[in-house]
């Protein structure tokens, strides 16, 4: 059965890191894309960053709202996805989910659709 | 403010259809295709339809998409309570080079 577990969230203050990490079984994670999603309380689902395969490149998409703030990598012999944030304000603290991307994850996005996600890690930025 | 617009909430009694819609422009659902997600908040978002109208193994066939142009929508047939939950569509934006989703639509039954 496939698997998405999120980790790495909590507290954190204004202005520094944190890395969250996404943790995979059930199925060959390095044959597909990744993305990360977040929502913020009392909004909307909000997307935050794609990678795709390593049979594509390993190419990256971000969100313009994170876009050189965070960073989002692949480690296919740990089936583990990552979200590297950086420069936290109050406006990133959300859940944070992760995803796996159906229909090959291939060039064209236009095409993606996102088959399972996990529960999500809350990640709190305050001072 | 979302790209995609859905209607906040809708409601139904138990074995009624309901029809959530999904509006956007010629750079998304217009040229690109819709796929539909229901969450509970706190658990992890189910996808429900994908490429406008296809269902995952799983999913009831109580669940269905259609595309017309620029809008889309969801159809839920023969409500059931455990259909209450939050559903967004998404998309791709080929303007905006990133996936969007509509505003959600809180789905109460009755």
């Known amino acids: 059965e496939e698997q998405l577990v999120e980790s790495g969230g909590g507290l954190v203050q204004p202005g520094r890191s944190v890395r969250l990490s996404c943790t995979a079984s059930g199925f060959t994670f390095g044959e597909y894309a990744v993305s990360w999603f977040r929502q913020a309380p009392g909004k909307g689902l909000d997307w935050v960053a794609f990678i795709r395969s390593k049979a594509y490149g390993g190419t990256t998409e971000y969100a313009a709202s994170v876009k050189g703030r965070f960073t989002i990598s692949r480690d296919d012999p740990k089936s583990i996805a990552y979200l590297q944030m950086n420069s936290l304000t109050t406006e990133d603290t959300a859940v944070y989910y992760c995803?796996?991307?159906?229909?090959?994850?291939?060039?064209?996005?236009?095409?993606?659709?996102?088959?399972?996600w996990g529960q999500g890690t809350l990640v709190t930025v305050s001072s | 403010q979302s790209v995609l617009t859905q209607p906040p909430s809708t409601s139904g009694t138990p074995g009624q259809r309901v029809t959530i819609s999904c509006s956007g422009s010629s750079s998304n659902i217009g040229s690109n295709y819709v796929s539909w997600y229901q969450h509970l908040p706190g658990t992890a978002p189910k996808l429900l339809i994908y490429r406008n109208n296809q269902r995952p193994s799983g999913v009831p066939d109580r669940f269905s998409g259609s595309k017309s142009g620029t809008p889309a929508s969801l159809a839920i047939s023969g409500l059931r309570s455990e259909d209450e939950a939050d559903y967004y569509c998404?998309?791709?934006?080929?303007?905006?080079?990133?996936?969007?989703f509509g505003g959600g639509t809180k789905l109460t039954v009755l």
């Open positions: 998404g998309a791709w934006d080929d303007s905006l080079s990133g996936w969007v």
């Open positions: 995803s796996r991307i159906g229909g090959g994850g291939g060039y064209y996005y236009g095409e993606y659709y996102f088959d399972f």
